[in-house]
């Protein structure tokens, strides 16, 4: 059950080791992104999912707050998709992972989470995203966690239930990557250096202190090399109603970029000497890539690049200048041509534990 692009991404994989093990399973989208879905479902040869609605983009408050209703009522009107159901995967800690596991119990389904056991142990910082973990955690009975850390944190939130906790080994997007880079040309070229901006956290776009401050940070950032700004639907409503849109049109160091499918934004991100963002997602692509990032947050709930290839910023001015500088100055570089080396398939170990199950 999958509501977001982040999550098709990530469960793009698991799908297609099912389809390799002929494995019957249904695959159902909530409707809770539009953009980009159906080329994701093309770029990873995907069947066609069962709709619990029609697709929208939720981008608003009102917009998501009518999208969780409709979810609801269609869920219980289309309630045939659940027979003969007996696992529900859900994914991370979005609206969509926690209806799915809330559907799953109504319906005597075993919920299953990938992406479990993600903590930052701070309620505002990511929310709701630490807060719908907790709940999800609190109602699944299988978790696929991909590391020992993350196993902890299940174990100590679920220490007096039986519940199945596996060790995957890596995040399913390390399969992902390794998908779309095959299937393309990631080598660098040579041309113009530059930095990509891709900032979407309703956290961030909803705060106008929060947003002036990266915003400025980024025109900072144009008087050094050239940034090619990637605006979501949510970004551009938030730049729009503020100067900065003016300010970023006006700038020859500025590129505002439309969002793109999953290959064209990591071909990309792979080229680039750095990235600025608020997106987890993008930090685990990061640390896979060895790109260098720059995250705009207080506090996130992943181990992946820290301390190496991510920095958090915790919205300080002279963690933000630090990066900059080590990273303009050549301490810190992109790996060049980058390719991923690994020896673990998380998506395929998903798999084949769960055929293990009863």
């Known amino acids: 059950m999958i509501g977001t692009k982040a999550q098709l991404i990530k469960m793009a994989p698991v799908m297609q080791e099912m389809s390799f093990q002929n494995i019957p399973y249904k695959f159902v989208l909530t409707g809770q992104h539009e953009e980009t879905m159906q080329d994701l479902i093309e770029q990873f040869s995907l069947p066609s999912p069962e709709y619990l609605l029609p697709l929208r983009e939720n981008d608003t408050k009102s917009k998501l707050i009518t999208w969780l209703f409709l979810v609801i009522f269609y869920s219980f009107y289309k309630r045939g998709v659940w027979a003969d159901v007996k696992y529900c995967l859900v994914h991370g800690d979005t609206l969509s992972t926690l209806l799915g596991a809330v559907l799953s119990k109504v319906y005597g389904v075993k919920v299953v989470h990938v992406e479990a056991g993600l903590r930052s142990y701070n309620w505002r910082h990511p929310f709701p995203e630490e807060v719908i973990r907790v709940l999800v955690g609190k109602c699944s009975d299988v978790f696929f966690c991909a ?84 605006l979501h639907p949510t970004t551009i409503k938030a730049i729009e109603s503020s100067r900065w849109l003016k300010v970023f049109r006006n700038n020859p160091s500025i590129e505002l970029v439309p969002r793109m499918n999953y290959a064209k934004f990591i071909q990309l991100l792979s080229r680039s000497q ?37 920095v958090l910023s915790k919205m300080n001015n002279s963690v933000v200048k630090s990066f900059l500088d080590n990273v303009l100055k050549g301490k810190v570089r992109r790996v060049s041509d980058n390719h991923l080396v690994r020896d673990v398939y998380p998506s395929k170990n998903i798999v084949n534990y769960l055929e293990s199950l009863p």
């Not at 850390?149 to 596996?166: D, F, G, P, T």
């Not at 393309?184 to 705060?207: A, P, Q, T």
């Not at 600025?276 to 720059?294: I, K, M, R």
Request: glycine residues 6%; charged residues 25%; hydrophobic residues 40%.
């Open 147 to 230: 590391d020992s850390w993350a196993s902890k944190n299940v174990k100590r939130l679920r220490s007096r239930s039986n519940v199945l906790v596996e060790i995957i080994g890596a995040n399913t997007l390390l399969d992902s990557l390794d998908f779309v880079m095959k299937e393309g040309s990631f080598k660098s070229k040579s041309g113009d250096m530059y930095c990509v901006v891709s900032i979407h956290r309703y956290e961030n776009l909803s705060n106008r202190d929060r947003l002036e401050f990266i915003l400025a940070w980024v025109e900072e950032i144009s008087n050094k090399i050239l940034v090619k700004f990637v």
């Open 274 to 310: 750095f990235l600025v963002t608020d997106g987890g997602s993008n930090q685990e692509e990061c640390s896979y890539l060895h790109v260098p990032c720059l995250l705009f947050r207080d506090a996130t709930e992943r181990n992946e690049g820290i301390g190496e290839w991510v």
